[in-house]
């Protein structure tokens, strides 16, 4: 079964930083998708990034960028120019791509970082 | 507006009473799922539908029913709910569960406190 791990519950940042969230998972299939979602205070899960494990480039949206490692297993997110608006609780996911309907049919998450940024 | 819709929000509950939480999508997908976030834990899935009258169990399915009878809507019921059910559930859904590149879109959360 596939697992994700977060190993830091909870970071800081300066607003105007750069900031790493890391997230390894383990899995045996080729072929899947990671995601970063971002939960703020409002509780709503919002997509941030989203990287296809077939391919080798680095998803990036606006100030938000992804360093994927499949080797290594490692799926981690940079935000960079931190903003106040950027606090919030950030899983990391994983989905099977297609397969045997049990591949497929889940999203493992993470236990989530809880960022926060400091004026 | 493409949306997932979940209610209540809110519910407060004591032990043993039945309650449902409904979920309804306008985005036409087929796959819908539910999930509860708990603390240090992230989100789990309860039970998830492939489709209208298709049904399958996640994670952590004990203590909780579903049913698929229309495609827009996934209900999510209590039928003797406990204080470990406590907890904030999430339904999502996305276009098809074929594709796992298909992005969940989530409801805003249904904040539940069993006493």
């Known amino acids: 079964a596939q697992t994700v791990t977060q190993s830091q519950p909870e970071m800081s940042v300066q607003e105007a930083e750069t900031v790493t969230l890391s997230c390894t998972y383990d899995t045996s299939e080729s072929d899947y998708y990671l995601f970063w979602y971002k939960q703020p205070p409002s509780r709503q899960m919002i997509l941030v990034i989203r990287?296809?494990?077939?391919?080798?480039q680095n998803a990036t949206e606006n100030r938000f960028s992804v360093n994927f490692q499949k080797a290594a297993k490692s799926f981690s997110l940079k935000i960079s120019d931190s903003q106040l608006g950027d606090a919030a609780m950030y899983f990391c996911?994983?989905?099977?791509?297609?397969?045997?309907?049990?591949?497929?049919?889940?999203?493992?998450f993470g236990p989530g970082t809880s960022l926060s940024v400091i004026p | 507006e493409a949306q997932v819709t979940q209610n209540p929000r809110y519910l407060i509950t004591v032990t043993g009473k039945k309650l449902t939480v409904t979920c309804s999508q306008n985005?036409?997908?087929?796959?819908m799922s539910w999930y509860r976030q708990d603390p240090g834990l992230g989100l789990r899935q309860i039970y998830y539908?492939?489709?209208?009258?298709?049904?399958d169990k996640g994670d952590v399915p004990e203590g909780y029913k579903v049913s698929r009878k229309e495609k827009r809507n996934f209900p999510l019921i209590l039928e003797s709910p406990s204080p470990n059910q406590t907890s904030l559930y999430f339904c999502a859904s996305s276009v098809t569960a074929i594709s796992g590149a298909n992005v969940l879109t989530f409801g805003a959360g249904s904040r539940l406190t069993v006493l």
């Open positions: 539908s492939m489709n209208v009258e298709v049904t």
């Open positions: 990287q296809e494990a077939y391919k080798q």
């Open positions: 985005m036409n997908h087929e796959y």
């Open positions: 996911a994983y989905r099977s791509a297609r397969g045997e309907k049990t591949s497929y049919d889940k999203v493992i």
